[in-house]
């Protein structure tokens, strides 16, 4: 059993999802406080595609790395250590931008929590729609099992 047409899947969902969010964002940030809504927009949808597409990412190559073995330690210390890694970033990112007067730093907001939010639904039905199975290697009552076994 794999996840990673689910993970693929999340990602297209994310990224179409993030793009549509960056060219509203931007139209809806220009209108509402100029050039720096609409960068804030931008910058916003992008840095959550990217932070929210890291994770799916790792994920995946975690899977590689562990040959499928999502219980091992190092699945787990990829999946972390990335997630540390953004965090560490996107304090960075933040602190660069507070009081930059070229960046709206509310239409920023608005663009990554929309992007979130989104992302969170879309992974969910990208999961609802993957059709993967809840347990794996069983055999059914007249089913050949593993090896050709009944």
């Known amino acids: 059993m794999t996840v990673t047409p689910v993970l693929t899947r999340a990602l297209r969902y994310g990224g179409i999802f993030a793009l549509a969010v960056a060219i509203v964002a931007g139209v809806v940030g220009l209108l ?4 720096p809504g609409l960068v804030g927009g931008l910058l916003g949808a992008a840095m959550a595609a990217v932070f929210l597409g890291l994770t799916a990412i790792s994920m995946l190559i975690a899977g590689r790395v562990t040959k499928g073995d999502s ?6 210390g990829i999946v972390v250590g990335v997630w ?5 970033v996107f304090v960075i990112v933040e602190i660069v931008l507070r ?4 960046f ?10 929309v992007v979130v939010i989104g992302s969170l639904v879309l992974d969910a039905i990208a999961m609802y729609r993957a059709r993967v199975p809840y347990v794996s290697d069983i055999t059914l ?3 050949t099992g593993p090896k050709g076994t009944q």
Do not use: E, H, R
């Open 32 to 35: 509402v406080a100029g050039v």
């Open 71 to 76: 219980t091992s330690p190092v699945f787990f």
């Open 84 to 88: 540390l890694l953004k965090l560490i």
């Open 99 to 102: 009081g930059q007067p070229w």
């Open 104 to 113: 709206n730093p509310f239409v920023f907001f608005a663009a990554v929590v």
């Open 141 to 143: 009552p007249g089913d």
